[in-house]
C-alpha cells in the first residue's frame, strides 16, 4: 500500500526503542505503525501496537527511508499526530556523567537551524536538548527531516521558562557557557570539560537578557574574516566540538 509523506502536522517516529517506548508510554495520536522488518523486535512492535487497535502496515526500507526523511529507522516507523518530547525531570533522574553536556536553544525559530542543530547535538555527543515551549520552532516533520535521525537518539525537552530552567540545572551541577558574541571569553579558552548545559541564543537577537544572566561564563567564536556572527547552527557545532575536542584530549591525559 503507497502511503504519502506527513503534513507539515504530522510525525514520523522511527527506530526499535523510540517506537517502543512511544507505544508502552501510551503516545497519543498514533495513527499507524510500519514495518519492513518480521524478525521477533520487529515482532514485539506489531503485537505492541495490535493491544492498542493501531494499524501495522507492511512496508519496505526504501519507503521507510522516504517517509522518515532518513535511513536511520530500523525497518520500523510510527505516524503520529504529535513528537513525543522527553520528561527534563526522567533526564535528571540519571547520574550527572550520564546526562551531560545539554544543549539548551532559546528561542530558536528557524526549523532548519533546529534540526541541523538536533544533528550536530546527536553527532557530537550532546546527551540531550531542551528548547522553550513559546518562541520556538517545535520538533516538526521539517524539523526531522533536517535533523537526519537524531530526533530519535537525541532526547528533547521542552521547558515553560528557561531561566529558570538554567537556574535549576545549576543546583543540579550544571555550569552554564552561553555562545555570544560579545562574550568575554574565547570559546578555545574556557574549560568545556565540566559539567556543562550549552547555551544557544536567537538567529537575530542571541540570548535573552534574563536567560544571559543566569549563564556562568559567556563564550565567543573568534572570527578572522570580515563578517562578526554565524549562523545558530554553524555556531552551535563549533561550541560543541570544542566541548568534544577538550574530552577527548583529556582521557587521553597520563
Known sequence: MKKTPPSEGEIWISGINPVREALLGGATGVSEVLLSRSDPRGQEIAELAAKRSIPVIQSDREQLSGLAGHSHHQGVALRMSEFPYADLDGLLDSPLSEREPLVILDSIQDPRNLGAILRSACFLGAKAVVIPEDRSARVSAAVIKVAAGAAVYVPIAKVTNVARTLLR????????????????????????????????????????????????LLVRIPSAGPLDSLNAASAATIALYEVLRQRLNLERRP
Open 169 to 216: 540545572l545549576k543546583s543540579a551541577g550544571y555550569w552554564a557557557a552561553g555562545l555570544d558574541i560579545r562574550g568575554d571569553l574565547p570559546l578555545f579558552e574556557a574549560d568545556l570539560t565540566v559539567p556543562l548545559c550549552l547555551v544557544i541564543g536567537n538567529e537575530q537577537k542571541g540570548i535573552r537578557p534574563l536567560v544571559r544572566k543566569e549563564c556562568d
